[in-house]
Structures are given as C-alpha cells and as structure tokens.
C-alpha cells in the first residue's frame, strides 16, 4: 500500500485529490495521513469527502476513515463501470477542484461518462468554472472529448452551482490487462506528448464577467468588464502588445450574492500567426467580487493577474502548471515552461511520482521548465 503524507509542502486537499486520481487509474490502494494538517479546519471537509464517495461509486471502491474531519484514510479502488455519476457536494465546495479527483480516471473509463455536479463554481481558492473550460480543458483533447457546460453559477456560501460534462475516453483501461501496459502504451504514443514551452505573438483575450441577478441594477458585471479592459489596454501598451479584447456580461440566478471576472489571453503557435491546435498556449487571469469591493477593482485585479502572467514570457500560467503534472507524467516527453513553479506545483509532483516512479525534471538554466522522462 503506498503511503502518503497529507502535510507535505503546502499540505492541502490537493494531495488527497491527486492521490485519489492516480489510486482509481493504477489500482494500487493508497493510505495518507495527517490530511490539510496545516490548515485551520484540518482534516477531511465536505468537498474531499464528494471526491471518496464518487470515485467510490465509479469503480465500485472502498474506503476506511472517510469521515467529517478525519485526518487519516485508506482508498482501495475497484474497477471502473459505466456510469452517469451524480454528485452534490452540499456546500459552496468547488466542484472545479471536485473534478481534479475525478476526471482524470474517467479520461480512460470503458466508455462515454456523464457527470452532474454541485457545489460551488465560482468560489475562492479554486479555479473559476470558465478557467477550467476555456484554459485547462483544451489541453486534454489528446486523451478524448471532453463535452463541459455551466448550468448554473454558485457563490459562496451556499452554492448550487451545476455544471455538467461529458466525457468521451479515446483510451480505455479495460482495454489493457494492467496499468503498466496501459502506461507504456501512452508512452509509445506519438504526438500526444504536452509540450509547452515556446509561444507566439498575442492573439487576443477573451473573458466571462458574471454576476447575481441582484447585482444586475448596479450594472456590476459590466463595471468589472469595462475596468478589466480598459486596464488591460493599457497595461499592454505599456509592454508594447496589443490585440482585440472581448468580454462578455452576464447574470444568474444564484442562491448567494456573487461576482467574478475570468480572462484569457490566446497566443499562436511559436512562429505560426495561428493557434496550436494541440496544448494551445492559454493564460489565465480571474479575480472575485467580495463585500465592499468595488466591481471595478475585481476588473483590475483580474487585469492585473492577466498582465503579469502574459508578461512572465511563460506558455503556461501557474495554476495550470500543476494541473498539468499528473498529465505529463502518463504520456512522457513533454516540456512546459510556466510562469512560476508554486508549492502546489512540487506537491503534485510529489504525489504523482508516489504513484508512477521518479519521473521529473527541471530545465538547468529555468526552474519553471517542466520536463517528464520516460522510465
């Protein structure tokens, strides 16, 4: 049983997500202690317990110590089966970060999967539900389809958010008598390599600037996107790039009080005038409207948070970096080169090579080149 500590680095629920994803593809069961130990409210929380239930449900699983706070679990996954999953985390947990325990195995179920999730979609500490469809998801097109839609927003604190999704494998574990050959067939794979590291001229950007429909007479989500464009104008100008910027508005009808804004900026390929058409090189940038925070300061910031990624010269912004690693790891001969190397970054790493054997490198002349090696 492969053992896992629940405190390294940056200690968070990531490690428990990660491991679970890898523990239901591989099939080796998995123990991890001192679960979030660092953090306030340490131990298991409703969201992580979302994540056991449904991978229990996928592939028939079971589990010892997932309880409401427990710091200690053991996962023994089972074999996955064709199912639509449906599952409610019951608060404002995200369901983004819900997914990156799930969708990872269900990228190599025996067939088409659905998913319905609720919880929260727009939330802080996690990733924005239009990040996760515009910025991560394209990245994925090598391992299937992956149909994603946003039904319903939820902001803190009490969710219900919906968002469904549809996912089409084009590698199917029961196809292979074990993982290793699953792996070593992933790895034999030509072109489905990710590999990140070079980009083109700056394309254009693009966002969602989204609002409760009670904000809807303060003209908030427009206020978020007139500043987030108007700043980033400027803000481009000032290092000599310019591009066409589109932001959309919009309102829904969300049980809580809520804002947000999410950018992305589009780049071509290295030395093309157009877009990759795999692992196109994407940056994000978002921020969250709060109480007394005016609309246009969450434009800003989400402008802001654009710039310095677009200005790190990086293909990859830090957040997807480490969403990225689980990834890199199965297919192999892959190379990124991200704006910033977090702890989140080498947790996952820590954790995938738990799972798949010392895999990563880092480039001698920049730490945030990201390079795997076949084994």
């Known amino acids: 049983m492969i053992k896992v500590d629940g405190s390294y680095l940056e200690g968070g629920g990531q490690i428990l997500r990660t491991a679970l994803a890898l523990s239901t593809l591989t099939l080796k069961p998995f123990e991890i202690v001192d679960i979030r130990k660092g953090r306030p409210n340490p131990g298991l929380q409703p969201q992580h317990l979302a994540c056991i239930r449904a991978l229990e449900d996928f592939c028939n699983a079971s589990s010892e110590g997932a309880e409401l706070n427990s710091t200690t679990v053991r996962f023994f996954p089972g074999k996955p089966q064709l199912r639509t999953l449906s599952v409610d985390i019951g608060t404002a947990g ?87 050959e699953l792996h070593k067939s992933l790895q034999q794979q030509q072109n489905i390599g990710i590999n990140m590291s070079e980009r083109g001229r700056l394309l254009k950007v693009t966002g969602v600037s989204h609002a409760s429909v009670d904000l809807k007479a303060a003209d908030v989500a427009e206020r978020q996107a007139r500043a987030a464009k108007s700043s980033l104008l400027q803000q481009l100008h000032k290092i000599g790039l310019e591009c066409p910027v589109a932001i959309q508005s919009e309102y829904s009808n969300s049980l809580s009080t809520g804002s947000g804004i999410t950018l992305a900026a589009h780049f071509a390929a290295a030395g093309k005038d157009e877009p990759a058409l795999r692992n196109p090189v994407i940056l994000g940038g978002d921020a969250l409207g709060e109480l007394n925070k005016r609309a246009e300061v969450v434009g800003q910031e989400a402008a802001s948070a654009l710039v310095k990624e677009i200005s790190s010269g990086a293909c990859v912004d830090h957040y997807l970096a480490d969403q990225l690693i689980p990834f890199m790891a199965l297919v192999g001969n892959s190379k990124i080169l991200a704006s910033e190397v977090t702890p989140h970054c080498l947790t996952n790493v820590f954790v995938v090579e738990k799972f798949l054997g010392r895999c990563f490198g880092f480039g001698k002349d920049a730490a945030n080149i990201w390079t795997t090696t076949t084994q």
Do not use: C, M, W
């Not at 239009?130 to 946003?150: D, I, K, M, Q, R």
């Open 94 to 180: 995200s369901v983004t970060l819900l997914l990156q325990a799930i969708l990872l195995p269900l990228l190599f179920a025996p067939g088409k999967v659905r998913l319905k999730l609720t919880g929260g979609t727009d939330v802080s500490h996690s990733q924005p539900a239009e990040y996760f469809g515009s910025v991560f998801l394209p990245n994925l097109a090598a391992f299937g389809n992956v149909g994603f839609s946003l039904l319903q927003r939820g902001y803190f604190p009490k969710g219900n958010g919906k968002v469904e999704l549809e996912i089409r494998p084009l590698f199917h574990i029961n196809d292979f008598d074990t993982f290793a």
